[in-house]
T-cell receptor
């Protein structure tokens, strides 16, 4: 079974431009989450989508947005790029939205699987 | 929000040595995962372990949910084990898929 795929793998943009990153989840997974990794802030949650709806959002400005399509593929967009947006952007997929939680200590938990990331450099 | 602390931040070993990485979290969790980040940046799943003990080859992990910590054991380390190890949790309060990551442990295994 193919893993999570992300395109492009590398991207160089200049300040003020916008960028769109793409993520295809593991076949059968409907939830896609996005994370940003920087040396200063570590790994931070951006947002999660399933069933084409944003379910959860991290503490990022409105310049960061996303969407999900009916085939569960997701895109994230960053507008008016700033130098500080240079980062590794990772997406993850899980069975949330596909498999119902049946309770227990691990209830509500869904293992997440990450893609290889898109490394964005803003000049 | 939930806090995740990993220790030690850096660890240098000789090949063949054993090691224990620790992850403390500040609240009850629904999900706890250990990852190894490879040199290209991809997070490789090691364990999905919100509670209990699991083993996979030379690696094993234990989570004591009631005491809010998890341990990752690496035995007979190899140079290929080098990299950053992350612990990440989903708090029961937020549930869903929002993983909160620790700062990681940078492991270097020398030949």
């Amino acid at each position: 079974k193919a893993g999570v795929t992300q395109t492009p793998r590398y991207l160089i943009k200049t300040r003020g431009q916008q960028v769109t990153l793409s993520c295809s989840p593991i076949s059968g997974h409907r939830s896609v989450s996005w994370y940003q990794q920087t040396p200063g802030q570590g790994l931070q949650f951006l947002f999660e989508y399933f069933s084409e709806t944003q379910r959860n959002k991290g503490n990022f400005p409105g310049r960061f947005s996303g969407r999900q399509f009916s085939n569960s593929r997701s895109e994230m967009n960053v507008s008016t790029l700033e130098l500080g947006d240079s980062a590794l952007y990772l997406c993850a997929s899980s069975l949330r939205g596909t498999v119902s939680w049946t309770g227990g200590v691990a209830g509500g938990a869904y293992e997440q699987f990450f893609g290889p990331g898109t490394r964005l450099t803003v000049l | 929000g939930i806090q995740v602390e990993q220790s030690p931040p850096d660890l240098i070993l000789q090949e063949g040595a054993n090691s224990t990485l620790r992850c403390n979290f500040s609240d009850s969790v629904n999900n706890l995962q250990w990852f190894h980040q490879n040199p290209w940046g991809q997070l490789i799943n090691l364990f999905y372990i919100p509670s209990g003990t699991k083993q996979n080859g030379r690696l094993s992990a234990t989570t004591v949910a009631t005491e809010r910590y998890s341990l990752l054991y690496i035995s007979s380390s190899q140079t290929t084990d080098s990299g950053v190890y992350f612990c990440a949790v989903v708090s029961q309060e937020t549930s869903g898929s929002r993983l909160t990551f620790g700062e990681g442990t940078q492991l270097t295994v020398n030949p």
